[in-house]
């Protein structure tokens, strides 16, 4: 089973811009489909982007289109999540999970979860 950590979080201003980092242990990354989530205080975790295993095809929330990238390097067994334009509403613990297959909204069979990392914009 992957293991998974995640790194690159922090405190922002409003309009700034992060890059988290998840990197997986094990020599099957490749073959996993990857995913941010987040959770907000109070909130329930919800889907933030997801991406295929081979890296083609990727998916976004509507409150982040245009404003965060998923993507991968396979062959450093890592996922990211670059994030611009951030917002107050961003404020969240995002975490990467590895599971199946991706689609519109969900990353499905979820195997492993990462401890997640603090992002906090202020305003």
């Known amino acids: 089973q992957v293991q998974l950590v995640e790194s690159g979080g922090g405190l922002v201003q409003a309009g700034g811009s992060l890059r988290l980092s998840c990197a997986a242990s094990g020599r099957t990354f490749s073959s996993y489909a990857m995913g941010w989530f987040r959770q907000a205080p109070g909130k329930e975790r919800e889907f933030v982007a997801g991406i295929s295993s081979s890296g083609f095809i990727t998916y976004h929330a509507d409150s982040v289109k245009g404003r965060f990238t998923i993507s991968r390097d396979n062959a450093k067994n890592t996922v990211y999540l670059q994030m611009n334009s951030l917002k107050p509403e961003d404020t969240a613990v995002y975490y990467c999970?590895?599971?199946?297959?991706?689609?519109?909204?969900?990353?499905?069979?979820?195997?492993?979860w990462g401890q997640g990392t603090q992002v906090t914009v202020s305003s």
């Open positions: 999970a590895a599971g199946v297959r991706s689609g519109p909204g969900a990353i499905h069979g979820i195997a492993s």
